[in-house]
């Protein structure tokens, strides 16, 4: 891609309105652009950020054998009032009347929806179990959005639903996710902790938050720092086995970790001191074990193999991929601007013309840009014709991985120069082995 042909509205002034570093790289690198309170567009650079994200989380979400679906966004009443949530969800709940007058919703999650369209199809135990997801756009009308993506109105998430026979089985779709989600975090180039959440009148032990810390999370958190050690489950994970699944969320719930809301300062002290960790994080992700919350009500039952009906076994998880971009941008980031990880780079080189209009130098970047988009690396090439300075800093701003510098002097010794992003390590190289330099990294 051309710059000179892009769409990049990068913005020179901090914007005032903007008070955490992710919300002003973000403003600033033209990645989105606010059009109402806590609703945003997402501009080219910013979108390819976030399809990252999604491909990312889609790829985890399948392997951990969960099966994609698209749910509407504007629900009917009805269903939410079978399960009694209808009142209950209150002002966050975007209420909307059609022309009929009948009342619809903005859906700000879709626990009746897909409970409704498992109960119409699915009625035998020898169906189960299933993990139905989608990833859509969802409205809640906080009562503070702030932070950009971070805490806006309308939000992306990744929404999952499991259907078990019974507990037992719904744990064991549980700990699948729970694994699906260390690794797409780890995918993601972030370090995600579990932490125990409040699992309400359910009980038990089934609700964690993933949560990434960061000066500027919204919760408080407290937690051994053992687990910013701890190795993420391989991509060989057999997620069929259940007694090794549970082995590996044991482990990852061995030691302490828990939000403000379900902090124990007892036995928080228990944990070596050097271990204690007590900072700010960002949710990022929360599943949660609800048992027959919704199945009883909605009359959601399956068939058992004893030939008695009962209401299925539900859990519900969640990840918010327009607040991980924003998490990644606070995670990774310097004074110039944002670093992108490789997994979710917008693009992976930029590409700069020191000396746009003579002839050598741009005949020498076409040639690089293509030979690096046919060997598949997707490539921003700033051939606008502006002051080398200007080229550099927004090359620093939108943070892509990789920088390659073309000018006339380098060109007449048959050498261009390649800087890496984040450690600012730069080489001159021959520009036939760019590519060899680039995979292997
Ligand atoms: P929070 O406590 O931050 O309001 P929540 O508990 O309401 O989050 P869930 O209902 O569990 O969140 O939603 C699943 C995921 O969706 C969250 O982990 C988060 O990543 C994302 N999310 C929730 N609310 C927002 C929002 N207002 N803006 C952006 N992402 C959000
Ligand atoms: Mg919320």
């Not at 491909?55 to 504007?74: K, N, T």
Request: overall charge negative; some cysteine; glycine content about 8%.
């Amino acid at each position: 891609m051309r710059l000179s042909r892009y769409f990049l509205p990068t913005l020179r002034e901090t914007p005032k309105e903007a008070e955490i570093v992710s919300h002003r790289l973000m403003l600033r690198a033209g990645l989105v652009r606010q059009e109402a309170a806590g609703i945003y567009a997402w501009l080219p650079l910013g979108l390819r950020v976030l399809n990252r994200v999604c491909a990312v989380i889609r790829e985890e979400q399948d392997r951990a054998g969960a099966i994609e679906i698209l749910m509407p966004a504007i629900q009917s009443a009805e269903l939410w009032k079978e399960s009694g949530r209808y009142e209950a969800y209150g002002k966050e709940m975007l209420r909307i009347a059609d022309r009929h007058d009948r009342e619809m919703l903005f859906g700000p999650t879709a626990e009746e929806v897909v409970t409704e369209i498992f109960r119409a199809s699915v009625k035998s135990y020898k169906d189960l179990p299933k993990n139905l997801y989608q990833i859509s756009w969802k409205f809640r009308d906080e009562v503070r959005p702030r932070f950009g993506t971070m805490r806006s109105r309308e939000f992306l998430m990744k929404d999952a639903y499991s259907f078990d026979i019974d507990q037992a089985s719904a744990r064991h779709a549980y700990n699948r996710m729970f694994v699906a989600y260390l690794r797409t975090f780890a995918g993601l180039g972030l370090k995600a902790i579990p932490m125990r959440a409040d699992t309400g009148p359910i009980g038990g032990d089934l609700s964690h938050e993933f949560i990434i810390l960061a000066q500027t999370g919204e919760s408080e958190v407290f937690c051994d720092r053992q687990y910013l050690d701890f190795e993420i489950p391989p991509v060989t994970t057999d997620f069929e086995d259940v007694a090794g699944l549970q082995g590996t969320v044991d482990r990852w719930t061995s030691h302490y970790a828990a939000t403000s809301e379900m902090h124990e300062p007892a036995a928080f002290a228990e944990v070596p001191a050097d271990n204690q960790m007590a900072a700010r994080g960002i949710e990022v992700g929360h599943i949660f074990y609800f048992g027959t919350k919704y199945s009883e009500p909605m009359g959601a039952k399956v068939t058992g193999p004893d030939g008695i009906e009962r209401p299925v076994h539900m859990g519900s998880y969640g990840i918010g991929p327009s607040r991980l971009v924003a998490a990644i941008v606070e995670a990774s980031h310097d004074e110039a601007g944002i670093i992108w990880p490789d997994a979710v780079a917008p693009f992976d080189v930029a590409l700069i013309n020191l000396k746009t209009g003579d002839a050598a130098t741009d005949a020498a970047c076409t040639e690089i840009q293509a030979s690096l988009e046919a060997a598949g690396l997707t490539v921003l090439y700033d051939d606008r014709d502006e002051r080398p300075g200007a080229k550099f800093a927004t090359a620093d701003l939108i943070g892509l991985p990789w920088q390659v510098i073309v000018g006339p002097r380098g060109l007449a010794e048959g050498k261009v120069e390649l800087k890496r992003r984040a450690g600012g390590e730069r080489e001159t190289i021959a520009p036939i082995d760019l590519i060899a330099r680039l995979k292997r990294a």
